[in-house]
């Protein structure tokens, strides 16, 4: 088998083109959360806490000199970055948990065992008389 078709053929399994559209979904989604933190939770939070620009937060490690810029901590940012982290663990948690719900309701009754074979229940009753 060739590389490019051996290739083809993985690609082509459904979970790896699955996996590629949850990438996508994933990374749009992550978006929309950076934004969301970024642009409406972050300075609801800021005038909560007295006007605190998050993204201004920072520890300054050594002052800018002439060209060189300051070197510094930018802990706010940080702080968003967080809060972006947990907004998308939830969601995928919330997400997983309903799948893993509807998987358990999916599940089939188990079935009834099968009737023994009149062969083998002759066989079963001539070896139990005889254990007698």
């Given at each position: 088998?060739?590389?490019?078709?051996?290739?083809?053929?993985?690609?082509?399994?459904?979970?790896?083109?699955?996996?590629?559209?949850?990438?996508?979904?994933?990374?749009?989604?992550?978006?929309?959360?950076?934004?969301?933190?970024?642009?409406?939770?972050?300075?609801?939070?800021?005038?909560?806490?007295?006007?605190?620009?998050?993204?201004?937060?920072?520890?300054?490690?050594?002052?800018?000199?002439?060209?060189?810029?300051?070197?510094?901590?930018?802990y706010g940012s940080f702080i968003q970055t967080a809060v972006d982290f947990i907004i998308i663990a939830f969601c995928i948690?919330?997400?997983?948990?309903?799948?893993?719900?509807?998987?358990?309701?999916?599940?089939?009754?188990?079935?009834a065992p099968a009737e023994t074979p009149a062969d083998i229940a002759l066989l079963t009753e001539i070896r139990d008389l005889?254990?007698?």
């Amino acid at each position: 088998m060739s590389f490019i078709s051996e290739f083809k053929e993985f690609a082509m399994k459904g979970n790896v083109v699955d996996m590629a559209v949850g990438v996508v979904i994933g990374g749009a989604f992550g978006k929309i959360v950076s934004s969301l933190v970024a642009d409406v939770i972050m300075p609801i939070v800021g005038v909560l806490t007295g006007g605190v620009n998050f993204t201004d937060l920072k520890f300054t490690l050594k002052e800018a000199v002439g060209e060189v810029p300051a070197v510094t901590i930018n802990y706010g940012s940080f702080i968003q970055t967080a809060v972006d982290f947990i907004i998308i663990a939830f969601c995928i948690f919330c997400v997983i948990k309903a799948l893993n719900s509807l998987k358990k309701k999916e599940e089939p009754a188990p079935e009834a065992p099968a009737e023994t074979p009149a062969d083998i229940a002759l066989l079963t009753e001539i070896r139990d008389l005889l254990k007698k």
